[in-house]
């Protein structure tokens, strides 16, 4: 498999970072998770411009100086897709703060990579368990909530640790003031009485994807509210469901103890989950905006 390092496409077996890297022991990295996936023309990345002005915003954050353009990036995404010759998957733009020790980054040297792989939607594709993480997501007030930097995702191995050695699929958040977050690394949705919420943004990374389930809600005439959300308006919903690039949407049956929709995928869900399968497949020409077709133009 290639890779894009520095400017230069090599084989992923010859990347090397040295030990003394900045990222690796404090977490000073940005990064990004997009698909791209099969169409009819082609493959079609999904929200590429999106999720690279986020790379962006994220890198600024932590004052980080990029020797790349975001149109260069993109240029280089779509090269790096052909030349591995993939019709579907994942796509990994990072940079990170290099060889400097200490915690002020200081003059340190900024590297960025881009790789792709194929990866099948993280969670799968049927209904998941869940529990309430003993962990709660990172204070706004210790983080900036809407950049994705790597140091914050500690918090996120943590509980998926903890999910796991409780024999379940994944966690849920709740925040420092008790309200219902987001999982380690997705965003959540709930159904009650035909009408879907979502917990507000300040504790949250607020997803592309999340942003795309929201519009294709109000474009299904579903309505859909941001609001505070209770451990007990969780476990009472009528459906759950989390979104996220990795896991796309992921139907969720069960939380500690209780089930959601007797464990089923419930009506919205699925509608949901469908149409937005269609929309990143290139199957509603409304959508077109949001996808970057590669080889063959729309």
Not at 33 to 38: A, E, M, P, Q, T
Not at 90 to 116: E, F, H, Q, S, T
Not at 192 to 199: E, L
Not at 244 to 251: F, H, L, N, R, S
């Amino acid at each position: 498999m290639k890779i894009w390092f520095n400017g230069k496409f090599i084989d992923s077996k010859k990347a090397v970072v040295p030990i003394l890297t900045h990222s690796l022991h404090y977490g000073s990295g940005v990064f990004e998770g997009i698909r791209f996936y099969k169409t009819e023309n082609n493959s079609a990345i999904f929200r590429l411009d999106e999720h690279l002005k986020r790379l962006f915003y994220s890198r600024s954050i932590l004052s980080m100086k990029v020797s790349y353009s975001q149109k260069e990036i993109k240029k280089e995404i779509i090269a790096l897709i052909k030349l591995n010759k993939l019709d579907e998957g994942y796509i990994r733009p990072i940079a990170w703060y290099g060889n400097k020790m200490g915690l002020y980054p200081g003059k340190a040297d900024v590297n960025v990579a881009l790789a792709v792989w194929p990866w099948e939607s993280y969670l799968g594709d049927k209904p998941i368990k869940t529990i309430i993480s003993k962990f709660i997501r990172l204070h706004p007030k210790s983080i900036v909530a809407d950049a994705k930097i790597s140091g914050y995702y500690a918090n996120s191995v943590l509980a998926s640790l903890e999910a796991k050695n409780k024999k379940v699929n994944e966690a849920i958040f709740l925040d420092y003031k008790g309200n219902v977050a987001e999982g380690p690394g997705e965003n959540i949705f709930l159904v009650k009485d035909k009408k879907v919420y979502t917990p507000k943004r300040g504790s949250i990374l607020p997803g592309i994807t999340r942003d795309s389930v929201m519009t294709l809600l109000k474009d299904l005439k579903i309505p859909i509210k941001e609001k505070k959300i209770s451990v007990q308006e969780l476990k009472s919903s009528d459906e759950l469901f989390f979104t996220g690039t990795a896991v796309e949407i992921c139907p969720i049956a069960k939380v500690d103890n209780t089930f959601i929709n007797k464990g089923e995928i419930g009506p919205i869900t699925k509608t949901v989950k469908d149409f937005y399968g269609r929309v990143v497949r290139g199957l509603e020409k409304k959508y077109f905006h949001w996808l970057n077709f590669i080889n063959k133009t729309r």
